[in-house]
């Protein structure tokens, strides 16, 4: 059963770091477009980072370049938050396109990437 499963969730201080891990079952990695979204309630999802076949990054939101660093191997994606904000307060998702070797859309779409995984907490507070 393919399947995205995310850890690394947690609280942390402003200008702490984490990092979530996406792990695949039944599923390459690198050898398509992965995505990070985030969502807060009462927002829609929004894309943070995706990279495509070859483990090229494909796109990072203006708000975490510079941050955020995103990196898959064959079978986990990686998304390493670094000098956290409070406003990265959110749940955090992966997802992959269910087609390989295509390239990732100019950004990320929760239509195209439509393998998900269960999303992980990431809450910055003082």
């Known amino acids: 059963q393919v399947q995205l499963v995310q850890s690394g969730g947690g609280s942390v201080k402003p200008g702490g770091s984490l990092t979530l891990s996406c792990e695949a079952s039944?599923?390459?990695?690198?050898?398509?477009?992965v995505g990070w979204f985030r969502q807060v309630p009462g927002k829609e999802r929004e894309p943070v980072t995706a990279v495509e076949t070859g483990r090229i990054v494909a796109f990072y939101d203006n708000s975490v370049k510079g941050r955020f660093i995103v990196s898959t191997n064959d079978t986990t994606s990686y998304l390493q938050m670094n000098s956290l904000k409070l406003e990265d307060t959110a749940m955090y998702y992966c997802?992959?396109?269910?087609?390989?070797?295509?390239?990732?859309?100019?950004?990320?779409?929760?239509?195209?990437?439509?393998?998900w995984g269960q999303g992980a907490q990431v809450t910055v507070s003082s």
């Open positions: 039944d599923l390459t990695l690198w050898n398509r477009c």
């Open positions: 997802a992959a396109d269910p087609s390989p070797w295509r390239d990732c859309p100019p950004i990320p779409s929760i239509s195209r990437l439509s393998v």
